[in-house]
């Protein structure tokens, strides 16, 4: 077996800034807020300690009532277990600890037949391993790499996506590690360093490869590729898929685009900036906390994730026990969070949602200039949902405008009416109708450049260059 690569964190020669020009986030990074963590810790043991003896009480309950069910008919002592249990369950999911989830694909079905799958890192860094998902089939698919947000989960976080992909495709995906975990001497990260490691990463897979980002990544992966066209590398990608992400935050308003344009950096340092505490091997280090990403994301639509576990609960009293578990599911990748890097926040916030420098074309690399108008070889594909309220329509179709250099038929786009952010890379509209023409695209790259790949079973019409005219480049 091959050993496993290790990637070092590409170092550029720095370049002189022009008058009126900056070097990419300039801020001291010097502020934080030292209560964020003891108060977590203090708040979230105190729920842990309260639910973990409520759920103590309604076992306890339950082992009383299976010992002397007080006589009444069975229809009601059924009952009367369900709603115990089902008490006890939700108290549990309450005080729960979520570790980083394991991705736990261990087959899927390719032409009507179960075949293995094997998880191997095949590249890593202190900040992040890249895992290849092998499998036991011969097949001539076409690389993708996924690469995976870095905004508060973890990458298994795109499971469906992955197992849907590795029907068709030969799968890779950068898997992230919380900053809480990664020492000191690592080294600090930024946007600068993302990039840099998507395009070593795509080296890494090699010749010949495609490119997937969901939503966060979509900046510093078209950012990544267009380093590749201007150094004229071998690796530039075949084709770049764009889902549900950030290129123009003009295009269109969000909850998170308002919430950046209407608050200073200083004003996300000095609130959602802490320090990871002793006994992590990150400790020292600043960070975005996990548990104030959450509380964001359950803050954008908490009546929706209230009815989820009132259904839960309602779920497993009428018996509907399947559809209980799969919620639960849910919520055990949904609260499993990750610390992101202080700097790399406060960089995409600078950079991305309050100055688009990629889309008001002043976004660097180690100071030097990023261009994806000249990226030439690599077609691309956006897709949008259009009930997305995170990275609403329009954000990621910004991509046709940048990318001048391609011609109209290497330009796709599609947009999901029935999906929400999350139902573009996950869900049946994933699985039936995204996936399929994420699938076409890719091979028509791929017989753009003279490549042929096994026929796909899923194909799906998808249409060329961009229907609007507000995206159109000409």
């Given at each position: 077996?091959?050993?496993?690569?290790?990637?070092?964190?590409?170092?550029?020669?720095?370049?002189?800034?022009?008058?009126?020009?900056?070097?990419?986030?300039?801020?001291?990074?010097?502020?934080?807020?030292?209560?964020?963590?003891?108060?977590?810790?203090?708040?979230?043991?105190?729920?842990?300690?309260?639910?973990?003896a409520w759920a103590r009480a309604f076992r306890w309950w339950e082992t009383c009532f299976d010992a002397e069910p007080l006589g009444?008919?069975?229809?009601?002592?059924?009952?009367?277990?369900?709603?115990?249990?089902?008490?006890?369950?939700?108290?549990?999911?309450?005080?729960?600890?979520?570790?980083?989830?394991?991705?736990?694909i261990e087959e899927v079905v390719i032409d009507g037949e179960p075949v293995k799958v094997t998880e191997r890192v095949v590249a890593q860094s202190p900040f992040c391993n890249l895992l290849h998902f092998q499998r036991k089939v011969k097949r001539?698919?076409?690389?993708?790499?996924?690469?995976?947000p870095l905004s508060g989960h973890f990458a298994t976080l795109l499971r469906p996506t992955v197992k849907r992909m590795l029907e068709e495709h030969d799968v890779y995906i950068t898997d992230w590690n919380s900053a809480r975990d990664?020492?000191?001497?690592?080294?600090?990260?930024?946007?600068?360093?993302?990039?840099?490691?998507?395009?070593?990463?795509?080296?890494?897979?090699g010749p010949e490869?495609?490119?997937?980002?969901?939503?966060?990544?979509?900046?510093?992966?078209?950012?990544?590729?267009?380093?590749?066209?201007?150094?004229?590398?071998?690796?530039?990608?075949?084709?770049?898929?764009?889902?549900?992400?950030?290129?123009?935050?003009?295009?269109?308003?969000s909850e998170v685009t308002e919430l950046a344009e209407g608050n200073e950096i200083e004003f996300f340092e000095n609130n959602l900036i802490g320090v990871v505490p002793p006994g992590f091997p990150g400790a020292g280090r600043k960070v975005f906390p996990g548990f104030v990403a959450l509380g964001s994301f359950l803050a954008m639509n908490p009546g929706r994730h209230v009815k989820s576990y009132m259904q839960i609960w309602n779920d497993r009293i009428q018996g509907r026990h399947a559809a209980a578990d799969k919620k639960v599911r849910f919520y055990d990748e949904y609260n499993a969070v990750?610390?992101?890097?202080?700097?790399?926040?406060?960089?995409?916030?600078?950079?991305?949602?309050?100055?688009?420098?990629?889309?008001?074309?002043?976004?660097?690399?180690?100071?030097?200039?990023?261009?994806?108008?000249?990226?030439?070889?690599?077609?691309?594909?956006?897709?949008?949902?259009?009930?997305?309220?995170?990275?609403?329509?329009?954000?990621?179709?910004a991509a046709h405008i940048l990318c001048s250099g391609l011609k109209p038929e290497q330009k796709f786009h599609y947009l999901e009416e029935e999906?929400?952010?999350?139902?573009?890379?996950?869900?049946?509209?994933?699985?039936?109708?995204?996936?399929?023409?994420?699938?076409?695209?890719?091979?028509?790259?791929?017989e753009q450049r003279g490549l042929s790949y096994q026929p796909s079973t899923s194909q799906a019409e998808i249409a060329t260059y961009c229907l609007s005219p507000e995206v159109s480049p000409e």
């Open positions: 077996m091959p050993a496993t690569k290790p990637i070092q964190l590409e170092s550029r020669d720095p370049v002189e800034i022009q008058p009126g020009e900056t070097d990419r986030f300039t801020h001291a990074l010097s502020g934080f807020n030292s209560f964020l963590y003891p108060f977590h810790s203090a708040t979230y043991g105190f729920q842990q300690a309260t639910f973990t009444a008919p069975l229809p009601y002592q059924t009952l009367t277990r369900d709603i115990l249990a089902a008490n006890r369950e939700i108290c549990e999911l309450m005080a729960k600890d979520y570790g980083k989830p394991s991705f736990e001539n698919d076409p690389k993708v790499l996924i690469v995976a990664v020492p000191l001497e690592a080294g600090d990260f930024g946007v600068d360093h993302y990039v840099s490691h998507v395009k070593q990463f795509l080296e890494v897979v490869a495609s490119v997937l980002a969901v939503c966060q990544p979509v900046v510093p992966v078209l950012a990544a590729v267009s380093l590749l066209a201007q150094e004229e590398s071998p690796h530039q990608p075949v084709a770049m898929v764009l889902m549900g992400g950030p290129v123009d935050t003009e295009a269109a308003t990750l610390d992101n890097y202080g700097r790399f926040y406060l960089e995409t916030v600078q950079e991305v949602f309050k100055d688009e420098d990629l889309a008001k074309g002043k976004m660097r690399h180690f100071g030097y200039l990023i261009e994806p108008a000249l990226i030439k070889k690599t077609a691309l594909m956006t897709v949008e949902g259009a009930r997305d309220d995170i990275s609403p329509p329009g954000q990621t179709t999906a929400g952010h999350y139902g573009i890379f996950s869900g049946r509209k994933w699985r039936n109708k995204v996936a399929p023409r994420i699938t076409t695209f890719l091979r028509k790259a791929a």
